[in-house]
């Protein structure tokens, strides 16, 4: 079993940056395929980083967004640069055992956090 805690979000102005965190807790977490997802209002979970040995990104995030993970302390972190109104959502960590084919899918994932609020808006 493994938990998954999320921090850091919060309000920022267009043009700024958050830095979103992820503790993993659990047997043998810190090898587990670890992704960053996001849930606008009305709108379905969608993909926006992954991470193990390579790193995956969404197009729309690709460039400005950057996933990273610290193995000893069982943490990843999205760092996100030039935000937008657009990527106003609820952002989630996922973890799954190993890599996925098909990583960008929702029902891939064995594990989710709460979720933490990231507002992008002056």
């Known amino acids: 079993q493994v938990q998954l805690v999320e921090s850091g979000g919060g309000l920022v102005q267009p043009g700024g940056s958050l830095r979103l965190s992820c503790a993993a807790s659990?047997?043998?977490?810190?090898?587990?395929?670890m992704a960053w997802f996001r849930q606008a209002q009305g709108k379905e979970r969608e993909f926006v980083a992954a991470?193990?040995?390579?790193?995956y990104y969404a197009a729309s995030v690709k460039g400005r967004f950057v996933i990273s993970r610290d193995n000893s302390n069982n943490m990843v972190y999205l760092q996100m640069n030039s935000l937008k109104p657009e990527d106003t959502a609820v952002y989630y960590c996922?973890?799954?055992?190993?890599?996925?084919?098909?990583?960008?899918?929702?029902?891939?994932?064995?594990?989710w956090g709460q979720g933490t609020q990231v507002t992008v808006s002056s």
């Open positions: 996922a973890a799954r055992a190993a890599y996925s084919d098909t990583y960008w899918r929702t029902a891939q994932y064995d594990y």
């Open positions: 659990g047997r043998g977490s810190s090898n587990y395929f």
């Open positions: 991470i193990r040995m390579n790193t």
